[in-house]
């Protein structure tokens, strides 16, 4: 299996500032078609998950372009930039290049 | 509007069964891969089961952990997709959710809780 690993946060992080959330994988997560299968989630506290991003570094619709997601093979990382107090919750990333699907252990992001 | 509602969770002895449903709306089911997620007591998401379309044999895949024990299903008149699940653990306690991923967003279900528990 793809073992995810994640970065932490220096909580709490101000709000205005940017923070950067890194995560790596066990594996490339580029597929024979060229795309890179990782994904990023936000989980608010009481609610589901909500995609941020697919492969790689597109953004799901809806999704605020204070997102942005970069990186490739094994070493991703999610940067949200000038930080607001509804960005707060637990971050995942995923790898959706082979199965079984698996996710990161989450990050934790606190506003001050 | 996609809504994704799951029921048929509750608390359950270890080794009995129980089975999910995940009912939707506002997309086209039958063209739809479905997956469950479930997330741990300690806020772990770990992927379970995913069922392709008609149109891809219905194929299914299944996490390591409940190869075997779970049987992912779907009932495309009822726009439904289904988890049976049999000789349930203790390390299977929490909440499931059903998920789409849909082109550019994904829909995730507000989550039903599985106890598995003496």
């Known amino acids: 299996d793809i073992v995810m690993t994640q970065g932490a946060l220096p909580n709490p992080v101000p709000s205005g500032e940017s923070a950067s959330i890194t995560c790596r994988s066990s594996?490339?997560?580029?597929?024979?078609?060229?795309?890179?299968?990782l994904n990023w989630f936000l989980q608010r506290p009481g609610q589901s998950p909500q995609l941020l991003t697919y492969?790689?570094?597109t953004r799901a619709s809806g999704v605020s372009e204070r997102f942005s997601g970069s990186g490739s093979g094994t070493y991703f990382t999610l940067k949200i930039s000038r930080v607001r107090a509804e960005d707060a919750g637990v971050y995942y990333c995923q790898q959706v290049r082979e199965y079984p699907l698996t996710f990161g252990s989450g990050t934790k992001l606190e506003i001050k | 509007e996609v809504q994704l509602v799951e029921t048929g969770g509750g608390l359950v002895q270890p080794g009995k069964s129980l089975k999910l449903t995940c009912a939707t709306s506002g997309f086209t089911f039958s063209n739809a891969w479905m997956h469950w997620v479930r997330q741990s007591p300690e806020k772990q998401l770990e992927w379970v089961a995913q069922i392709k379309a008609k149109s891809n044999n219905y194929a299914t895949y299944y996490a390591e952990s409940v190869k075997g024990r779970f049987t992912i299903s779907r009932d495309d008149s009822k726009s439904s997709v289904y988890l049976q699940m049999n000789s349930l653990k203790e390390e299977d306690t929490a909440i499931y959710y059903c998920?789409?991923?849909?082109?550019?967003?994904?829909?995730w279900g507000q989550g039903v809780m599985v106890t598995v528990s003496s």
């Open positions: 492969w790689t570094s």
């Open positions: 998920t789409w991923p849909g082109t550019t967003v994904d829909y």
């Open positions: 594996k490339s997560l580029v597929y024979k078609d060229g795309k890179t299968y």
